[in-house]
Nanobody, 123 residues
Framework: EVQLVESGGGLVQAGGSLRLSCAVS????????IAWFRQAPGKEREGVSC????????YYTDSVKGRFTISVDNAKSTVFLQMNSLKSEDTAVYYC????????????????WGTGTPVTVSA
């Protein structure tokens, strides 16, 4: 059974940092890319970052470039999203999701989703 479980969200002041984790089970990073999406209240879900081990590639949306870093720990079957210099506009529920092989970053291309972890950045 494929599962993705997010953790690490919370409340942080602007300028602070958080590290989100996505623990995966039931599939291999060699065959699946893992993406982070976020959804703020009243807004559509947007792609934030993605990593494809098989393609040796990463992706970041423009608004987080230079602040967020995505990485994989194969031994722990976990994908991390290190978020630094957080801003109030980063406040959202963060979801990890899986799509086959490469980072297409399309909401409709994701085949599996976690249930999300909330991040609140106070001004």
């Amino acid at each position: 059974e494929v599962q993705l479980v997010e953790s690490g969200g919370g409340l942080v002041q602007a300028g602070g940092s958080l590290r989100l984790s996505c623990a995966v089970s039931g599939f291999s990073f060699d065959e699946w890319a893992i993406a982070w999406f976020r959804q703020a209240p009243g807004k559509e879900r947007e792609g934030v970052s993605c990593i494809s081990v098989s393609r040796d590639s990463t992706y970041y949306t423009d608004s987080v470039k230079g602040r967020f870093t995505i990485s994989v720990d194969n031994a722990k079957s976990t994908v991390f999203l290190q978020m630094n210099s957080l801003k109030s506009e980063d406040t959202a529920v963060y979801y990890c999701a899986a799509e086959r092989i490469s980072c297409g970053m399309s909401y409709y291309g994701m085949e599996y989703w976690g249930t999300g972890t909330p991040v609140t950045v106070s001004a």
